[in-house]
Structure formats: C-alpha cells, structure tokens
C-alpha cells in the first residue's frame, strides 16, 4: 500500500469515527480522545510510510494555515480563560486536534490519497443513513427524523433532526469524490432522509450542490483553453432538461413543495417566525461579540450560554465571529474564498474530477453556515472534510494536482483540438 493511499484510508476512518460517535450516541469525551489518539497514531505510521520527508514549501505553508488558526484560537482562549472551566478547556484541546489531524492528513496523503479518502468516509456515511432509516428514530412531537438513539428528552444526546439532514447533505457531497455513478445513487438517499428530518437547509444545499456539480462539470471545465464562440452541447442539454423538470414541478407541485416541504407558511418554522427564531438568535449572538470585537468571547462559550437556555446557535459565520472575534471571522472567510478560488482555477485549467468535488464542497458548506453552525464544534458533521479540503485547495498546490493524475487538456497548444475531440464534450460554434 502506497503511503498516499494509507493516509486517505486513514483520514476516511478519522472522520467515520467522529461519526460514529454523533451517530451510535457514544460517550463523547472519552472517545473523543480514542478518535484522536487513532488519528496522532495514523499520522507517525503515513509519515514513517513517506520515509519522514515531506516537500520544504508544503511543510511551510502547512504552518502558516495551522500557526494563525493555533494563534486565534490560543489567543481568544487567553483572553477569555476566567470564563474557561476544564470541561470547556478539553473542548478546546478538541477543536486544536481536530484542525491539526485532519489538515495534516490532507499533506501526507496529497490529491493522491483524496479519492480513497472520500470513498472510506463515503462508505461509513452510507451505513450511518442505512441504520438511521432502518430504527426509524421519528420525534413524537414533531414528526421529524433523528438519529437511531436520540434521546427525545435530552437534548445533547445522539442526532437532532437538523444533524440527520446534514449526514444525508455530507454524504452527497462526499460522493461527488467517489464518482458521477455515486452521485446518482447518493442523490435522491440523501434528499429522502433530508426531507424525512425536515431539515430544508440541507435539502436545499443538495439542489445547490448538484448544480453547482452540473456548471462546474460542463461549463467550467477546461473553459481555459475553450475556443472563444463555443459552448458545451451536453452541458445545454442538461440545462435545458433541469429547467424542464423544473417548470413542471413548480406548476404542478409548487403548493407540496412550499406548504409540505419547505414549510413557508408554517407558523413555527415559516417565513413568519423568523426563520425559525434564527433572526433573535443571531441578534444575541451579535451582542456576544459586541462584549469582544477583536478576539470573541472564547471557543464554545458563546454556545454553551446558549444552549444553557435551550435555545440554539445556528449560523456558523456568526458563532465564529462571537467566539473567536473578526479575527476568526476573517480566518474562516479566508479559507472559504482561497479554496473556492483555487478550486475554480484548476477546473478551467484541467477539469480535474477532484476540484470540482472540492468547489462544490466549498460553496455548499459555505451555504449552509449560514444558517447552520458547522464550523464550529468538534462533532460537526462535515467539519473534518471542511479542514482536509481547505488544507488540500490552500496547501497542495497546483502542480501537486498536475502529478496526481494526467490532466484531460493538454498544455502543449498544437495537441489541445485533438484532446478536445476525444472528450465527451461536443462543442459548436456560437
């Protein structure tokens, strides 16, 4: 086995076993630690398998991204440590793990290492979908879908409703990694258990994230070396047929899709109560950073005040910009932007399977912090694939990319046109 090999198999049971965790309601200090001490072991084994030499210019762009994320989060904790008990300190040493294990996973593996990663984790997210379907975990009060053994009276226990919508939403994105035939089989799952747990945030970023997938895949693709007047006939297919089905559901289905899917006009979650309560939510967490603009009110402080009062934090841009300040705030948009910046590069140039699945990732998990909070808290679904892929996009550059795999354009000019006629994708002339 390759060391790039192992080091995605590894990263992929890294974060299985975050989920397993959420999943099968496992204590989560405790194994919290084993996770990570997997993780700590899994990383000396990758490094002694690459001889213990990593690329000089990868090692210190490694420690740029970790060293201003360690600082923001060493700094904002500094600030705040009279707030701090050891409960929330070990969450803290949490979070500082998380990021640390899973980018360095992402260095060690390189894109080599990224299809194996994203097939391991894509497996474990299938079977956790698999045994949240088959217990059939459905809130009496509200009808909606958690996970196999939430506790209904607890409210920390096991997935809530909106975490069950965000495994069927991880597990469609992830499979963009493993394959267009993932994808199809993935898709219409994950919408199921989505609608199921009533969650329109994760329905919604499915619907954003295969079109994104359908735009980056015909349109984006190799454009770079596109011939000026010429434009994908498959891609306009495709369109057309989704702006079909489309038209035909919003005539037919429009009132299912608002009143019964989307729950527009529904008193408690419509349109009416403020996005579900979210807007005083997101009011109170302003005034959590008001207290400290710069530097935030400290990693999982502002939650935990919050949760103290049953209520919830969701919007994760917010909770970072309370917790960790405009620094963190700024961080966070920084890895956002860079990685959906260095994604869409790399399409045009090579329309390379693996950027599009980070693109899509990006946008779409970008999305949803806006109304969810997925970048902050160590048992966040998606948040270890959030780290890895930034690591990958911000650190693994381009010409890492380019020795992965052959690239579908060539980059000597006179070979292009005769690329391009071997490609799946017919063009004519404007």
């Not at 072991?41 to 060293?67: E, H, K, P």
């Not at 360095?104 to 299938?126: K, N, P, Q, Y």
């Not at 006939?233 to 429009?254: D, F, M, N, P, S």
Request: charged fraction near 15%; charge should be positive.
């Amino acid at each position: 086995m390759t060391p790039c090999r192992f080091s995605g198999i590894a990263a992929g049971l890294f974060f299985n076993g975050f989920l397993a965790i959420s999943v099968l309601d496992l204590p989560k200090s405790a194994c919290y630690a084993v996770v990570t001490g997997f993780g700590l072991a899994v990383s000396f084994v990758g490094l002694s398998l690459l001889g213990w030499q990593i690329n000089r210019d990868i090692v210190q762009r490694w420690l740029t991204m970790f060293g201003l994320f360690s600082t923001i989060l060493g700094v904002s904790y500094a600030v705040n440590f009279d707030a701090y008990e050891f409960s929330l300190t070990f969450k803290v040493l949490g979070y500082f793990a998380m990021f640390a294990l899973s980018t360095g996973m992402a260095v060690l593996g390189g894109w080599r290492g990224f299809r194996t990663c994203m097939v391991t984790h894509w497996g474990g997210l299938w079977l956790a979908m698999i045994l949240t379907l088959v217990v059939n975990n459905v809130n009496p009060h509200n009808g909606r879908l958690h996970g196999p053994f939430k506790k209904h009276d607890v409210q920390t226990s096991g997935l809530h409703a909106n975490e069950v919508g965000m495994l069927g939403l991880t597990a469609v994105l992830v499979s963009i990694g493993v394959g267009p035939t993932a994808v199809v089989a993935t898709a219409l799952a994950g919408f199921y258990i989505a609608s199921l747990s009533g969650c329109r945030g994760a329905m919604i970023g499915i619907v954003l994230g295969l079109i994104t997938y359908l735009f980056a895949r015909e349109f984006i693709a190799g454009s770079r070396w596109r011939v000026r007047n010429t434009v994908p006939v498959r891609g306009l297919w495709l369109l057309a047929g989704l702006l079909v089905v489309c038209i035909l559901a919003g005539t037919t289905g429009a009132s299912a899709i608002v009143d019964r899917l989307l729950l527009l006009s529904d008193e408690r979650r419509g349109l009416s109560s403020g996005f579900t309560g979210r807007l005083d939510q997101w009011a109170g967490m302003l005034e959590h950073w008001q207290q400290n603009p710069v530097f935030g009110r400290g990693y999982s402080i502002v939650r935990d005040d919050v949760l103290s009062e049953a209520n919830n934090a969701d919007g994760g841009f917010l909770l970072a910009t309370a917790e960790l300040g405009i620094l963190g705030l700024l961080y966070f948009c920084g890895l956002f932007a860079g990685s959906i910046r260095n994604s869409l590069l790399e399409i045009a140039r090579s329309g390379d399977a693996k950027a599009v699945t980070c693109l899509v990732f990006m946008v779409v998990f970008g999305f949803t912090n806006l109304f969810e909070s997925r970048i902050m808290g160590t048992g966040s679904i998606g948040l270890g694939i959030f780290f890895y892929v930034s690591a990958l996009c911000l650190i693994v550059r381009d010409r890492d990319l380019q020795n992965a795999d052959p690239v579908p354009y060539s980059s000597i000019p006179g070979d292009r046109d005769k690329v391009q006629k071997n490609t799946c994708r017919t063009q004519v002339l404007l």
